[in-house]
């Protein structure tokens, strides 16, 4: 069982497709995966990736193929990440990744996060200008939105957003939560966000928190 993470991640940080065929097939046939493991395999290992193809080890056809090789696996995983039952939907929280940036693994695990919590999800997904951010707030009354940037280039697009729903006298009806490699604690805090989670698994204690339990 603990193979099964380490094989995970080792398929991604070597882009062994074959590998990585067999362990998306292996998990789905172990019915005690634990998810928060899952993920942060995901994570670390295409952290790791992304340290390659900055020292220039890998190019980015190599980052293309495995990011493509991993949105699919999570899409196939997507029963394991939403299995719990929830009977009523009333919550609603509005996902999606800045304007400028395409990078949405992150973004989605979060998403099916949120969903297995008990929330209807609308996700806007990538490149999500501030105006489409604001329309959706405006639409459907979300109590949470989530924002992911993880490009250094985009997260001041956060702030625009955030800015955006001010002007639209938006901001104070929805708690902000942000995330993704471009972002922390302390963007959060200038930008004016209500929380910021490291990962999918301190995300919805974090939301918890935010709303004062649900
Ligand atoms: C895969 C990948 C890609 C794929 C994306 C595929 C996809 N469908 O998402 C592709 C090939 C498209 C890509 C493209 C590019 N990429 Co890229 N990419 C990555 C890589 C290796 C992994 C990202 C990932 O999916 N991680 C796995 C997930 C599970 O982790 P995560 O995103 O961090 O999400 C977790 C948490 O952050 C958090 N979280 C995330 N979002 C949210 C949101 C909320 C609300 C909350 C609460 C939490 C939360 O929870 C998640 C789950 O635990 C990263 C490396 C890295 N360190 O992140 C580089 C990286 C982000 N990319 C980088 C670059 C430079 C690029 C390109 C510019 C390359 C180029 N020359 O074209 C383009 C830009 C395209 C664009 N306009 O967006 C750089 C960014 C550097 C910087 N400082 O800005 C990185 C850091 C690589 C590096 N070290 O150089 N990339």
């Known amino acids: 069982m603990v193979n099964l993470y380490q094989e995970l991640q080792e398929a991604i940080v070597k882009i062994d497709r074959d590998k990585l065929e067999s362990v998306k097939k292996k998990v789905l046939k172990t019915p005690s995966v634990d998810v928060d493991k899952l993920v ?42 939403e299995k719990k039952e929830v009977k009523e939907k009333v919550k609603k929280a509005v996902i999606g990744t800045v304007e400028g940036d395409i990078h949405d693994i992150g973004k989605n695990i979060v998403g099916m996060m949120l969903v297995s919590s008990g929330f209807e999800v609308i996700d806007l997904g990538n490149d999500v200008t501030a105006d489409k951010f604001v329309k959706a707030v405006k639409e459907n009354h979300p109590v949470v939105l989530g924002m992911s940037a993880l490009l250094s280039t985009t997260r001041d697009n956060i702030k625009k957003a955030i800015d955006a729903l001010k002007e ?20 959060a805090k200038a930008v004016d966000a209500d929380g910021y989670a490291a990962n999918a698994a301190e995300t919805i204690p974090l939301v918890k928190e935010l709303l004062g339990g649900f």
């Open 168 to 187: 639209n006298e938006l901001r104070d009806s929805v708690k902000i939560i942000i995330g993704g490699a471009a972002v922390d604690d302390d963007f």
């Open 40 to 81: 942060e395999s995901i994570r670390t290992g295409l952290e790791e990736v992304g340290l390659k193809f900055e020292s220039g080890e890998y190019y980015l056809a190599e980052l293309i193929l495995i990011g493509t090789e991993v949105s699919e696996a999570v899409e196939k995983w997507k029963p394991l990440f």
